[in-house]
């Protein structure tokens, strides 16, 4: 950016400024932010980045308003968080304050930024050791209560604890088993949005990625498995001997019962199933627990390729004969 330019804004934007002009500026700064070679300038520019991030607080609705989406247009792009987490030191520490104020009127842009600044490994890394299992576990807290906001649904805390489980540190949190916190998750595979659904499922598929917990997560203990297939299944017959093979939670469902409507999240569903399989152990458990049956018919009724090709991939690292016996099917 044009050192003059960013030193007229810099003048626009300071406290004593009429409020119609602070408000012009910040607009200003908002279309630039727009674009990618507008997203970089801004992060050439120190000075600025805290004038906005300090402007997020700002008693004016619609200048803290802009420049929370002034933030979550810079976060959008992840060649910018080197830049954005280098030149403003305080920028993670003061998203989490104000994402952890239940009266904040945008925490969901807020939660919006945290969850760009959180998807790339380095990044994500920072946002751990900022955050720390306090933090950790506050972000979980208002996850599972329901309007912990009034003003904000929050739904994109969902993919926020999904990022953070794709490293080791996060998934490690999740599945503590003395804090009892994945057994927390587990309802909110089916209910709310489609992107807190989503992150939710998307945070168990990573949490399997850690083979050493599968025996436990398919215990009593968590007794995961149920949770996966019920948003696969559908109300369709079985035998009476398929029936009894089947978690109780899946046996005799009403013929209106639903599947999951989005095909991303069924096929993350599929994905973690298969996860869980990646042991012996595993399989048997996963084979045992009348998945086959619910793949079956999940097949027979999916229309999106990729989600299909996701169920059959599946039966793939089962037994031959149920292998056949799916493939014959089609």
């Known amino acids: 950016m044009d050192p003059a330019l960013c030193s007229e804004l810099l003048s626009f934007l300071k406290p004593e400024t009429r409020a119609d002009v602070r408000a012009q ?160 998750l587990l309802p909110y595979v089916t209910a709310g949005s489609t992107v807190r659904k989503g992150g939710i499922v998307g945070t168990l598929r990573n949490c399997c990625f850690n083979h050493r917990d599968h025996e436990w997560l398919l215990s009593d203990q968590v007794d995961l498995l149920p949770f996966l297939l019920l948003p696969l299944a559908g109300g369709e017959e079985y035998t009476d001997e398929e029936m009894e093979s089947l978690p109780p939670d899946l046996q005799y469902l009403p013929e209106d019962k639903e599947r999951e409507s989005d095909p991303d999240i069924r096929k993350m569903l599929i994905e973690t199933v298969q996860l869980l399989c990646a042991t012996a152990g595993g399989r048997r458990i996963v084979r045992q627990k009348g998945t086959y049956l619910i793949m079956r018919e999940l097949h027979s009724w999916e229309r999106e390729s990729y989600v299909s090709r996701a169920c059959e991939k599946l039966i793939q690292v089962w037994p031959r004969p149920f292998n056949l016996g799916f493939i014959n099917r089609f």
Do not use: W
């Open 25 to 184: 500026a910040l607009e200003y700064i908002l279309g630039v932010s727009g674009t990618p070679e507008g997203r970089q300038s801004l992060c050439a520019e120190p000075r600025l980045l805290q004038v906005v991030l300090d402007l997020t607080t700002e008693q004016s609705a619609h200048v803290a308003q802009d420049a929370h989406h002034v933030l979550v247009n810079l976060t959008s792009d992840p060649t910018t968080h080197k830049s954005l987490l280098g030149h403003v030191p305080t920028l993670l520490p003061s998203l989490l304050t104000l994402l952890q104020d239940p009266t904040c009127p945008f925490s969901d842009s807020t939660c919006t930024a945290l969850c760009n600044l959180s998807r790339e490994e380095e990044s994500c890394q920072s946002f751990l050791q900022t955050l720390k299992q306090e933090g950790l576990c506050q972000l979980l807290h208002m996850l599972c209560t329901p309007k912990y906001n009034g003003h904000a649904s929050l739904d994109y805390l969902g993919p926020l604890v999904c990022n953070l489980t794709q490293l080791p540190e996060g998934r490690d949190f999740i599945l503590d088993r003395d804090r009892c916190v994945i057994q927390r």
